[in-house]
């Protein structure tokens, strides 16, 4: 199976109407990256108040509030950066806390199927800000971005 089949196996490739509106319907995503990430945070807030709460989502719940929030809250302190480091660092965390926001609403649409539809709309938006903040990353810190390491390996003259 594909990474993509995987995908719309896990998330289910449903159309539902029932879903949890990230932005106006025909909106365009907002050019300015603070209000979309203030968006996105209040999208998970709301999310987040329909999830049951019992031991395991509470735990899951504070997690995914935790990371949906700081998307936006890391990238306004790094808008006001003073230097390109600082500025970077706070894009870096900007991308790792919208990854694990991904993680998170899979956690949750496991543990509460029924969420599913909604969790999906939120995890397409995780991604699309997880990825703006690489590309940003790379752009301001080059020379900090991983890149797999090229194994030299040696001829095997032993047989």
């Known amino acids: 199976m594909s990474a993509n089949a995987d995908f719309l196996t896990f998330w289910g490739s449903d159309g539902s109407d029932e879903t949890c509106r990230v932005r106006e319907d025909n909106a365009v995503h907002p050019f300015d990256l603070e209000e979309r990430t203030a968006l996105f945070g209040e999208a998970i807030i709301r999310f987040a108040k329909r999830v049951p709460q019992d031991a395991v989502n509470n735990r899951l719940i504070d997690q995914l509030v935790g990371a949906g929030t700081s998307v936006g809250a890391n990238y306004c302190e790094g ?3 003073y230097s390109r480091k600082e500025y970077a660092l706070r894009i870096g965390t900007c991308r790792k806390e919208a990854r694990e926001t991904k993680f998170f609403l899979r956690m949750i649409a496991t543990s509460e199927p029924l969420l599913k539809p909604d969790a ?3 995890w397409q938006e995780a991604k699309e800000l997880q990825l703006i903040f690489c590309a940003i990353f790379r ?3 080059p020379d900090r971005v991983k890149r797999p ?8 003259t032993k047989h």
């Open 149 to 156: 390491a090229v194994r030299k390996t040696k001829p095997n």
């Open 139 to 141: 752009k301001v810190a």
């Open 79 to 81: 808008d006001d950066a």
């Open 120 to 122: 999906r709309i939120l």
